[in-house]
């Protein structure tokens, strides 16, 4: 009988254990489960947030109308030296540049930048729009100027500088040119490139040739994506550059 008193004992005890053991796992899932709602309102809350930041971002994100582009190889390597302060400068160059000589030029665009952002150096900064100028074209270039000069930020530049880097990819990926081979655009540019030096011989032909040289590659790019096969007839039979204006009516 004592023995059996002292199973009975033994067995409440274990079974008072457990229960004790049992009481707090319990208390535990009963808690997971109602944290698993708040995990995912957090989840959706963050989710909501991050679409929120997107759209900020995409209202405040600039944009450049790249269907403005009307111009081949010939108009963007004449808008390079249109729109640098030290190029040699021209009548016939600015007809051919489709008047690219009314933008801010390299030199302006670059120190508002630099005053904006309170950093930068100023060769460097005209080298680089230098390229944006071929890149995109003075069309389109003067879509970027009016965005750059309205900057008062460097949030805004950067916004600006963004929108170009979008054109660029845009014009590359949808040209609208005859789909002209390297050879080919790389005569053309040596053609361009002889007679604007030619008609620079009294003002300083050198840097008609460092700026033009600086450019040679993206020019070359530009015509394969968007010059035509008139345009290319047109400028490797001209003689001078007053004949390259000839062709303003095929560089289209």
Same mark, same amino acid.
């Given at each position: 009988?004592?023995?059996?008193?002292?199973?009975?004992?033994?067995?409440?005890?274990?079974?008072?254990?457990?229960?004790?053991?049992?009481?707090?796992?319990?208390?535990?899932?009963?808690?997971?489960?109602?944290?698993?709602?708040?995990?995912?309102?957090?989840?959706?809350? &963050?989710?909501? $947030?991050? %679409?929120?930041?997107?759209?900020?971002?995409?209202?405040? !994100?600039? #944009?450049? +109308? =790249?269907? *403005? /582009?009307?111009? &081949?190889?010939? $108009?963007? %390597?004449?808008?390079?030296?249109?729109?640098?302060?030290? !190029?040699? #400068?021209? +009548? =016939?160059? *600015? /007809?051919?540049?489709?008047?690219?000589?009314?933008?801010?030029?390299?030199?302006?665009?670059?120190?508002?930048?630099?005053?904006?952002?309170?950093?930068?150096?100023?060769?460097?900064?005209?080298?680089?729009?230098?390229?944006?100028?071929?890149?995109?074209?003075?069309?389109?270039?003067?879509?970027?100027?009016?965005?750059?000069?309205?900057?008062?930020?460097?949030?805004?530049?950067?916004?600006?500088?963004?929108?170009?880097?979008?054109?660029?990819?845009?014009?590359?990926?949808?040209?609208?040119?005859?789909?002209?081979?390297?050879?080919?655009?790389?005569?053309?540019?040596?053609?361009?490139?002889?007679?604007?030096?030619?008609?620079?011989?009294?003002?300083?032909?050198?840097?008609?040739?460092?700026?033009?040289?600086?450019?040679?590659?993206?020019?070359?790019?530009?015509?394969?994506?968007?010059?035509?096969?008139?345009?290319?007839?047109?400028?490797?039979?001209?003689?001078?550059?007053?004949?390259?204006?000839?062709?303003?009516?095929?560089?289209?």
């Amino acid at each position: 009988m004592k023995r059996l008193s002292l199973s009975l004992l033994a067995c409440s005890f274990t079974l008072a254990l457990a229960c004790d053991k049992a009481e707090p796992a319990a208390e535990k899932a009963d808690k997971a489960t109602k944290e698993e709602p708040k995990a995912d309102e957090a989840k959706a809350d &963050g989710d909501a $947030a991050k %679409a929120d930041e997107a759209k900020a971002a995409e209202a405040e !994100a600039k #944009h450049l +109308d =790249v269907s *403005a /582009d009307k111009s &081949g190889a010939l $108009a963007r %390597a004449a808008a390079v030296l249109e729109t640098n302060d030290n !190029a040699h #400068h021209s +009548d =016939v160059l *600015a /007809d051919i540049s489709h008047h690219a000589e009314k933008l801010a030029s390299d030199e302006t665009v670059c120190k508002h930048i630099i005053e904006v952002r309170g950093s930068g150096e100023l060769d460097a900064c005209v080298k680089e729009q230098e390229h944006h100028v071929v890149l995109l074209g003075p069309e389109i270039y003067a879509q970027a100027v009016e965005c750059l000069m309205d900057a008062s930020t460097a949030e805004q530049i950067d916004l600006c500088v963004a929108a170009e880097k979008e054109a660029e990819l845009l014009l590359h990926e949808k040209p609208h040119g005859d789909g002209l081979d390297e050879k080919t655009c790389t005569e053309l540019f040596d053609q361009f490139e002889k007679l604007a030096i030619e008609d620079a011989k009294d003002d300083h032909p050198e840097v008609v040739k460092e700026i033009l040289e600086e450019v040679r590659a993206d020019v070359v790019e530009t015509c394969m994506d968007q010059g035509t096969k008139a345009e290319v007839e047109c400028g490797m039979k001209a003689t001078t550059l007053a004949e390259v204006k000839e062709c303003a009516p095929k560089m289209m």
